[in-house]
């Protein structure tokens, strides 16, 4: 269960299915995934209010962001879509009830602004890998390969594709009616099959999601934490007030004690587990898994600021060497794959230097 | 806490804070990035998403650390070295062995 929503967690060989997120195309369903859309006159001033990023879109275009409490604590991660002045949120990390709450509780009265639920009719399919283009093309045609990171269209059949992705490789999220939900998924499938694609539940993409470093609002959240300790102040406008924007503000002044600081393992490693300086302890791990792309334990730890840095090989855990890294930990073929050139046929003649980005050994 | 810290790991966490401090200097005061020095993290991604410069930024960030650093970055620098601010100054404590001495 993700935010109170049954979420296929694998479907039966985590390490295959990462494979084909790295390798060719992953297919998942998201239901934990929140569909809201917000219209009405005052919409563009409610939306900029409970989102802490800038909202200079375009319209058909998207950024991500985040949901903060008054406390400047993560509540939600959120892609921002400008839909013709209306504004869609694709929301995860809080139950849609809450989340409906949160919104309807930061509206003036009398604002006009109108809140839908479009997940009550509709879910997400992400496709996600450096083929997921390929698979695109196959069913929308040739002219999805020009489209843009971070930008949406509609197309028939009530479908929104979002070009986003949480894994650093090629990502798109499909908003279609549930109705509709079984036979696209053997649409995908069926096209997919061409491409070595395959379902994959939502633990593979969230150890893809460590290996590239991205927030994860069901693992990376604590009490006390906030976007300046996990790194995420890209996310934050710097000019304008939001929700939570005075506690960053004091917090980013105070400076924060902590830092998300990404650590390499030879050993397992856990969350929860103890980093350690000459035995004393300087912090925890919140996330981490072993990468089989580069054949040691990945994590991000919650280090004592004065230790929060890349590149030191003396700290432990349970004895065991690790070593600081910086993020992200793997090389993504994403990025040594052109649509223009190449094909899931030709994969071979891609350049592609390998998983590993450097040399990680702790 | 910082008291715990012995001479050596001190030494090498100054070093780090202090080329991270020069390109966070480089981004704000140069590239005239619109946000405080501070708000840019050191795992945040250069391009595209993170802090979004464009190419043309890459080239004078290329530049301009190439100057600061007396370095020379390897034309590969854009699939690995300029991923994150981070990663840059991991590529600048490899290429330079004296950068961030005080």
Not at chain 1, 193 to 215: K, P, S
Not at chain 1, 299 to 316: E, Q
Not at chain 1, 322 to 334: A, Q
Request: contains cysteine; hydrophobic residues 45%.
């Amino acid at each position: 269960m993700i935010d109170g929503i049954d979420v296929v967690a694998h479907h039966g060989d985590v390490e295959a299915e990462i494979a084909a997120v790295r390798r060719s195309v992953g297919i998942s369903l998201l239901p934990h995934v929140t569909a809201l859309r917000v219209s009405g006159a005052d919409a563009k001033a409610f939306v900029d209010h409970v989102v802490a990023g800038r909202l200079l879109l375009r319209d058909g275009q998207a950024r991500q962001s985040l949901l903060l409490s008054e406390s400047g604590e993560i509540l939600a991660d959120a892609y921002v879509c400008n839909d013709d002045d209306r504004f869609l949120l694709f929301a995860e990390g809080m139950e849609r009830k809450a989340l409906l709450a949160h919104l309807f509780a930061h509206r003036s009265d009398g604002a006009d602004v109108a809140i839908d639920d479009l997940s009550e009719s509709h879910t997400v399919i992400s496709l996600n890998g450096p083929f997921a283009w390929e698979l695109m093309a196959a069913l929308e045609g040739p002219g999805v390969i020009g489209f843009p990171y971070l930008s949406f269209y509609h197309a028939a059949g009530e479908r929104l594709y979002l070009r986003a992705g949480k894994t650093g490789e090629f990502g798109y999220d499909v908003l279609l009616p549930t109705k509709a939900l079984s036979a696209t998924l053997d649409q995908f499938l069926d096209a997919g099959r061409a491409l070595d694609a395959r379902q994959v539940g939502i633990e593979a993409l969230w150890r893809c999601g460590l290996e590239n470093w991205y927030f994860n609002p069901h693992l990376h959240r604590a009490p006390g934490i906030t976007p300046v300790e996990l790194q995420l102040q890209w996310r934050l406008s710097h000019k304008k007030e939001y929700v939570g924007s005075s506690a960053i503000i004091a917090r980013r002044a105070a400076g924060p004690a902590r830092r998300a600081t990404g650590l390499v393992g030879s050993g397992t490693v856990g969350v929860g587990d103890t980093v350690t300086f000459e035995d004393e302890p300087i912090g925890v791990v919140i996330d981490a898994h072993f990468s089989p792309a580069i054949g040691h334990s990945v994590a991000m730890a919650m280090l004592d600021v004065a230790f929060a840095h890349s590149g030191v090989d003396r700290y432990a855990i349970r004895g065991a060497p690790v070593r600081t890294i910086s993020p992200p930990f793997v090389n993504n073929l994403s990025m040594y794959v052109n649509p223009q050139r190449d094909s899931f046929n030709t994969r071979d003649a891609v350049r592609f230097p390998g998983s590993a980005r450097s040399a990680p050994t702790p | 806490m910082a008291s715990r810290i012995d001479e050596r790991l001190r030494a090498q966490l100054a070093r780090r804070a202090s080329v991270l401090g020069e390109i966070r200097r480089i981004l704000v005061e140069e590239l005239r990035l619109p946000m405080p020095a501070d708000a840019i993290d050191p795992d945040v991604m250069i391009f595209g998403t993170g802090l979004g410069l464009d190419s043309v930024d890459e080239v004078e960030l290329v530049v301009l650390t190439e100057q600061r650093f007396d370095v020379v970055l390897p034309s590969t620098v854009m699939h690995d070295g300029l991923r994150t601010v981070n990663t840059l100054v991991d590529l600048v404590l490899a290429l330079s062995p004296k950068a961030g001495d005080s």
